[in-house]
């Protein structure tokens, strides 16, 4: 399993790494701790531009003095890690360099604390979710979320559709203490008819929908029965699925949402699928979106 944890030093990213120090995969962890050293902007149109250099060599030295620090912490961890520092725009060189490495996954850290914050997101987080081949996890911090990682639930969110079904796979490569739960859950979207002829047809399409939904969370429930020490299922109703799906984990006081990305190609992820955005932007706990290298790149 190859991870690249995208840290900048901040106490957001500093709180990944505590989170990435406890996963447990089925196969061996390596971990690769990138920093991108952003070009600085000249302020108020400022046409002297000497100190830049100094700058920029000044940033890479903090950087690799917070990596040492970092590949400390993942090697008492147990964990194979190597460091790597490179000049350029965070976002769009954190995607290239998890392209480049191959990584299953990339962890980054959410900033901001408060629901307007969530709501726009750091420019970096947003854009790696959306435009990385492979699973994210953005990471918001146990004070935000307000939860202990240690013991709270971590909530699958499903759909049966192809993305939700990579998600699960790509997550069921980990395991979590025996003291998490993990709850698997799925929404049936509510249809609204205004003619009372078809009231009846609509009736019967809502009940296979939800017996629908009770066989996919019982069937990943089964697929997940190693990945913790307990496992339960839950089916709402809803004409707003992303709204549900975040009251679900606030609900759960969940510690961490899984789901997939419904977009498809780039222009899909560009536009990332409207619900997996949604809960990017609204959830309180950290998010992790599911997609399979392999097939995206496709």
């Given at each position: 399993m190859k991870i690249l944890l995208a840290t900048d030093g901040s106490e957001s990213s500093l709180q990944a790494l505590h989170y990435l120090k406890d996963l447990r995969c089925q196969n061996a962890i390596s971990v690769t701790v990138f920093t991108a050293i952003a070009y600085p902007q000249p302020i108020l149109g400022d046409v002297a531009t000497d100190w830049i250099p100094d700058y920029?060599?000044?940033?890479?030295?903090?950087?690799?003095e917070h990596q040492t620090q970092c590949l400390t912490s993942l090697h008492e961890a147990g964990l194979i890690a190597e460091s790597v520092v490179e000049d350029g725009d965070p976002g769009t060189r954190i995607v290239e360099k998890a392209d480049e490495l191959g990584v299953d996954l990339v962890v980054v850290g959410a900033k901001g604390h408060s629901a307007i914050d969530r709501i726009l997101l750091g420019s970096v987080s947003d854009y790696v979710a959306t435009h990385c081949n492979c699973s994210v996890l953005v990471h918001r911090t146990v004070s935000e979320s307000g939860t202990?990682?240690?013991?709270a639930p971590i909530l699958i969110s499903v759909d049966g559709t192809e993305a939700s079904d990579m998600a699960v796979r790509h997550f069921?490569?980990?395991?979590?203490?025996?003291?998490?739960?993990?709850?698997?859950?799925?929404?049936?979207?509510?249809?609204r008819t205004f003619r009372r002829d078809l009231f009846p047809s609509a009736m019967a399409q809502a009940a296979q929908r939800r017996d629908a939904a009770r066989r996919e969370t019982q069937r990943v429930a089964l697929r997940l029965e190693n990945c913790f020490g307990e496992l339960q299922t839950d089916v709402v109703e809803s004409d707003h699925v992303g709204d549900a799906i975040v009251n679900q984990a606030d609900k759960l006081n969940a510690n961490v949402l899984v789901l997939g990305d419904s977009g498809r190609g780039?222009?899909?992820?560009?536009?990332?699928?409207?619900?997996?955005?949604y809960v990017l932007h609204h959830a309180e706990c950290?998010?992790?979106?599911?997609?399979?290298?392999?097939v995206a790149v496709t």
């Open positions: 920029l060599l000044h940033q890479h030295d903090v950087a690799r202990d990682a240690n013991a069921s490569q980990f395991n979590w203490p025996e003291t998490v739960v993990g709850s698997v859950f799925c929404v049936v979207p509510v249809v780039m222009v899909g992820r560009l536009l990332l699928g409207s619900e997996s955005r950290s998010v992790w979106i599911g997609r399979d290298r392999e």
